[in-house]
Each structure stands twice: as C-alpha cells, then as structure tokens.
C-alpha cells in the first residue's frame, strides 16, 4: 500500500481558501487518492476521490498532477466548522479490482480555522 | 435510516476484564472494520472481514478477538491481554465488489476506558 504524507497542522481564517497537499511517491498505476475529514470524538467521514486532473464536488476540489505523486485538497472559504483533521489516503477501489483490505488512515492534518 | 451503530458510546471497564463492544450496520455492506484511536493519533487497524465467518488480522490484533456471524454484526472483544486498552474505538463498514469508491462508512465510536 502506498505511504503518504502531509503536513501535521494547518492554520487559517474564516472565508480564506485553504490547500492540503499529500505525497504520495509510490502510488500505484490502479490506485485512486481519497480524502477524508474527522470532527473531534467522531469517525471519519469520506470527502472526494480522484484519479488524475480535477474532481470538484459540493465540499471540496481534488488537484493531481500528472505524475500523481501528489495531491492538493482544495476547501474553498472555509468556515469555523471546518476545523478538523484531514486524511489522504490511497488505494484501489472494490470495483476496479482493489481487495477489501484496509484503507491506511496516517496522523493526518490538523486544520484550525479562526475567527 | 440507513447506517452503522456502535454501543455503548462511553464504557468503563475495571482492569484484567474482557469486555465486547458492539457494531452493527444496516447498510447491506459486505466489508467490515474495527480500528484504535489513541489521542492525537491516526486510525489503526484491528481486525476487518471481508465476508461473513471470515477475518483478517490488522496492524495490532493482539489482545483483541472478534467474530463475523452475520452480516450485520462485527463485535469486538477487547481481552485482558490487551496491555493499554484504552482508547477510542470506530467500527467501519464498506460495500462489495460494485463500489467505484475507496469510502469506508463509519460508526460515531466508543470510547473505552480502562480503570
């Protein structure tokens, strides 16, 4: 399974876009980049998922270069409510062939948003 | 309403007794999970199962066992060999072989303390 990296902590303020970037140098050809966020006391929940260029949804946008080797998790005008750890995670989806072993949730970053 | 429940969601057990927490999901999933949350950390694997009357071992299955007898049902038992069994501890469940997505569905927690 490949390893990833980001960053421990993140700080920002209301109404500014924030951008979390994950390495992931050995991600394999049939792996796709998943992220998630985790609110203190609850279990995570899943945020968006991507191959390859873009992916947009109604929370967040999903950046990856074409080497893949990294990502960037785009939270656009964040709010207080934001505040919570970020998991990048990398891995092969059940329908494409992907076992239904573990997903490997690292420490993540912790982002604080402030007033 | 479709979901996973976890119960109790605080517990307190007296040192060198084994205790089972409680999983159970609606939601038709075949894959199932148990992971360990210590303060501050990531999310670690304990046991997952695939199907029903099979399981896999995780990262630290050591001093906990569990058992798959419906697929509905993934309790975990937290034995006395378990050395620091305190934690906070998130069942997940994941559907089968048609989802296109690495997104793993997960229950609000239990929160074990050990006396």
């Known amino acids: 399974l490949a390893k990833t990296t980001q960053p421990i902590s993140m700080d920002s303020y209301e109404g500014q876009e924030v951008n979390i970037t994950c390495s992931h140098n050995n991600i394999a050809t049939n792996d796709y980049i998943t992220w998630y966020q985790q609110f203190p006391s609850q279990g995570p929940r899943f945020i968006i998922q991507g191959y390859k260029t873009k992916v947009t949804n109604e929370v967040a946008s999903l950046f990856i270069p074409a080497d893949r080797k990294s990502s960037t998790l785009s939270l656009p005008r964040v709010s207080l409510s934001d505040t919570a750890v970020y998991y990048c995670l990398v891995g092969v989806p059940a329908n494409y062939g992907g076992s239904q072993g573990n997903l490997i949730f690292g420490k993540g970053t912790k982002l604080s948003v402030k007033p | 309403d479709g979901g996973i429940t976890q119960s109790p969601k605080y517990l307190f057990r007296k040192e060198g007794q084994n205790v089972t927490l409680s999983c159970e999901q609606n939601?038709?999933?075949?894959?199932m999970y148990w992971y360990r949350q210590d303060p501050g950390q990531g999310l670690r694997l304990i046991y997952y199962?695939?199907?029903?009357?099979?399981?896999q071992k995780g990262d630290i299955a050591e001093g906990y066992s569990v058992s798959r007898e419906k697929k509905e049902s993934f309790p975990l038992t937290v034995t006395s060999a378990q050395k620091n069994p305190t934690a906070f501890y998130l069942c997940?469940?994941?559907?089968?072989?048609?989802?296109?997505?690495?997104?793993?569905?997960f229950g609000p927690g239990t929160r074990l303390t050990v006396l």
């Open positions: 939601l038709n999933h075949d894959a």
């Open positions: 199962s695939q199907i029903v009357n099979d399981f």
């Open positions: 997940a469940s994941r559907p089968g072989g048609t989802s296109t997505y690495n997104e793993q569905f």
